[in-house]
């Protein structure tokens, strides 16, 4: 297998891993991002690294600066960024509605960035979470 068959797999795994966003908020602004990683052999990618840093963020690692993360719809609880997947691959956390630079680093030690505009609706009426063109879930998101 080829070095570009195998990250072409790995891509469509992570994009198959039914990543969602789930608005749940009572905050306003806050949105969800929610989902699994799993290996190119569909088994959970345990302890993955989860980061979420400014859209315009350059670098692998990119800088986490000025990005909070909660555990919670009303931003009572702040949690690290980064976060790391359960044992099943999960990862669940709240942020405010933005422009957003993710970055999945599984235990093999790839990197995978993706772009992600996190809307939160009015009053938990809805809004959208897009992924931008250099990564597209096979999964829809919504809020």
């Known amino acids: 297998m ?9 891509l469509a795994t992570i994009t198959s891993l039914a990543l969602t966003a789930a608005l ?5 602004n806050a949105a969800a991002i929610s989902g699994q990683i799993v290996s190119p052999g569909g088994q959970p990618a345990a302890n993955a690294v989860i980061r979420v ?5 350059i670098g692998n690692p990119c800088l986490i600066s000025g990005v ?3 555990a919670d719809a009303n931003f009572n609880v ?19 509605s933005g422009l957003y630079l993710v970055q999945i680093t599984p235990q093999t030690g790839l ?33």
Do not use: E
Not at 2 to 10: D, F, G, Q
Not at 113 to 142: D, H
């Open 111 to 143: 990197t995978y960035s993706y772009s992600v505009s996190a809307g939160a609706g009015s009053g938990g009426a809805g809004g959208t979470v897009t992924a931008s063109p250099a990564f597209k879930p096979m999964a829809s998101w919504c809020l």
């Open 24 to 28: 749940h908020a009572q905050a306003p």
């Open 78 to 96: 702040p949690i690290l960024n980064p976060q790391a997947t359960d044992q099943y691959g999960n990862y669940s956390f709240f942020l405010a």
């Open 2 to 10: 080829t070095a570009l068959t195998l990250v072409r797999r790995i």
């Open 53 to 57: 840093c400014n859209v315009f963020s």
């Open 68 to 70: 909070q993360l909660y």
